[in-house]
């Protein structure tokens, strides 16, 4: 999904999008049949009207006939009780599909997006997505209710009012379908319009959400650099940017709307006055015209309704583009149509084949250049180097989020390119930097990807990750909601939650990208003991800035600029008086200082 701007967007001049819903809908036949028979029901009541009023005028008023007009008014009673109860009929079964039918793509869309690349994520905003998933889909699901409905019945009464007005009187009838193109065509011009100021607007929206998430998901950050004046500035902004592109899809639709309702009324006007002149003159009963009246009034009342339901699926166009734009998107790592099947039992080889790589958005700028090194089974690698030098960058290789663009990654001698990457990840676990921590249970966080964990397999890996004490200090224990981003935990506290997560999925590869990098010097040394039995007979890299977590790995791989330039181990590399040992030096020498300082 590539950003675009109103500008640069191509212009499409029609409802089609909205033909991405018509499979949607196809589920559901019940519903799609009970709404059509309601609305017919309900329009045909309606067309009926006409005919009892001519009747009435025709032979009750000139008769004199009190009962004859007492019989029509108990069967217009009749025809409200059937009208009253199509509309409920109506009702029920079309927002009963705009629900289903909505649900259906926001579960699909959501399936759809968590499925893509990191590369997608790394053009495109989380908030521009969750607007799509929300504000866009409610608009859909408004249309495919409401919207729909109103649009079905109201072309159904206009088909029906025009076809019993050449009935009624064909020469009158001729003069009002004469003006018909003087309405639709300016209609749809105006609908273009229409359309395209509603996904600015929609797009406008997109952004203030977006910017309103970023900016309450950051409060704390915000308040601690006392910039909530300018947060407030800049979602006013937004905001304001946003109702001014909404004002020019309400401006644009209003003038639709009055336009259609006042040629639809003028022409009705002018076929009155032809047919007035036609009952004086004895070629039109009284009541005929009044039937014509009445249905002329609905053809046009409907082709006005029709204008604004036109602005509405115009909306929907817009959002159902939104969205298709979601769907269209194809993730960048996929599996191969005939995966190859990695070796069972897992070996926990990690080869690297002179892999180059560089992100998407920074193709001038890559992170790896020629790597090649191999890791044996069991084996602990540590990666160290200067911040950018593309140690994060080979976790991301060997997870699949992205391909190397030369070169190869072999993980138990099957390429990642020809295995299935979910079958690559379930012999990986992986502990961040950044610790992710999800509005859910304790229990529910450590067992992330683990369904079938038991609360016993939970707390063994809590307590071998150090974290049990804690846990069992919080409310409700294991049970505990632990908050958005786990807002009430320490990063202490959070990083042992990742800890045991990867010790419960008890994987053969083992990624530590600064795993003790949060916690205090108490924590570090019993989660330290902790990771050390975890590493045993696993193959284990370990991405370190501080040296001291590196010192027992068998093999330390150094990285400059996205090259290796140093192997071996602490000892090897120190003699080596390379870059190894300069940041080593850096290092143990500031925290000896340090330490004598504060002594």
């Known amino acids: 999904m590539t950003e675009q701007t109103p500008e640069t967007r191509p212009q499409r001049r029609s409802i089609q999008p909205l033909a991405r819903l018509f499979p949607y809908m196809g589920r559901y036949p019940k519903l799609i049949i009970g709404a059509l028979i309601f609305l017919t029901l309900a329009a045909g009541t309606t067309l009926t009207l006409p005919m009892a009023v001519r009747r009435m005028i025709d032979n009750g008023f000139t008769g004199g006939d009190s009962g004859f007009i007492n019989t029509y008014f108990t069967m217009l009673l009749v025809l409200a009780g059937v009208l009253a109860l199509a509309s409920a009929g109506r009702y029920y079964f079309v927002i009963t599909l705009g629900e289903r039918v909505v649900a259906d793509i926001r579960r699909d869309v959501f399936a759809h997006v968590t499925g893509l690349s990191a590369a997608f994520y790394d053009a495109n905003r989380s908030g521009e997505i ?58 749809v011009a105006f609908g273009r319009n229409v359309r395209r100021r509603s996904r600015e607007a929609q797009d406008t929206l997109a952004e ?122 194809e993730p960048a790592i996929t599996a191969p149509a005939s995966p190859v099947l990695l070796p069972v039992p897992a070996v926990g080889q990690i080869t690297f084949d002179s892999a180059s790589f560089a992100y998407p958005q920074r193709p001038d700028l890559p992170t790896l250049h020629d790597v090649s090194f191999d890791i044996a089974p069991g084996e602990t690698i540590a990666i160290v180097g200067a911040s950018g030098a593309g140690k994060s960058t080979v976790f991301s290789l060997i997870l699949r989020y992205y391909d190397a663009l030369t070169g190869k990654v072999l993980i138990d001698g099957v390429d990642v390119r020809d295995a299935d990457p979910a079958a690559l990840r379930d012999r990986m676990a992986l502990v961040p930097q950044d610790v992710t921590i999800f509005a859910a249970t304790a229990a529910e966080n450590i067992s992330l990807g683990l369904d079938g964990a038991t609360r016993e397999k939970v707390e063994m890996a809590a307590r071998a990750a150090q974290a049990h004490d804690f846990i069992m200090s919080l409310q409700d224990g294991y049970d505990t909601q632990l908050g958005e981003r786990g807002i009430t935990l320490s990063g202490g506290q959070r990083q042992r939650i990742a800890i045991a997560r990867a010790i419960l999925r008890d994987t053969p590869i083992l990624l530590l990208d600064e795993a003790t990098s949060a916690l205090d010097a108490e924590s570090e040394t019993m989660v330290q003991a902790a990771l050390e039995k975890l590493m045993e007979n696993r193959t284990t890299i370990v991405i370190a800035h501080r040296l001291a977590t590196v010192l027992k790995a068998d093999r330390i791989l150094v990285l400059d600029k996205g090259r290796i330039v140093e192997e071996g181990n602490h000892e090897t590399l120190v003699r080596k008086n390379g870059l190894y040992a300069r940041l080593a030096r850096l290092q143990f020498e500031s925290g000896a200082e340090a330490l004598i300082a504060a002594k």
């Open 130 to 187: 969750v607007s799509r998933l929300t504000a866009d889909t409610t608009q859909i699901k408004s249309t495919v209710g409401a919207t729909a409905s109103v649009a079905l019945r109201n072309v159904i009464l206009c088909l029906g009012a025009i076809g019993m007005m050449f009935i009624t009187s064909p020469k009158l009838s001729l003069l009002v379908v004469a003006a018909i193109p003087l309405i639709v065509f300016p209609i």
């Open 208 to 329: 203030a959400m977006t910017l309103a998430g970023e900016t309450i998901g950051a409060t704390r950050t915000i308040q601690a650099f006392n910039a909530e004046k300018l947060a407030r500035s800049r979602f006013t902004n937004a905001v304001d940017s946003s109702f001014r592109a909404a004002r020019g899809a309400i401006r644009a639709r209003a003038v639709l709307t009055g336009f259609a309702i006042a040629m639809a009324f003028g022409s009705v006007v002018g076929v009155l006055w032809y047919g007035a002149h036609a009952v004086l003159a004895g070629d039109l009963t009284p009541g005929t015209l009044g039937q014509f009246l009445l249905y002329s009034v609905f053809a046009a009342g409907a082709l006005g309704a029709l204008s604004e339901v036109w602005g509405e699926l115009s909306l929907a166009a817009g959002a159902a583009e939104r969205i298709g734009e979601l769907l269209d998107e």
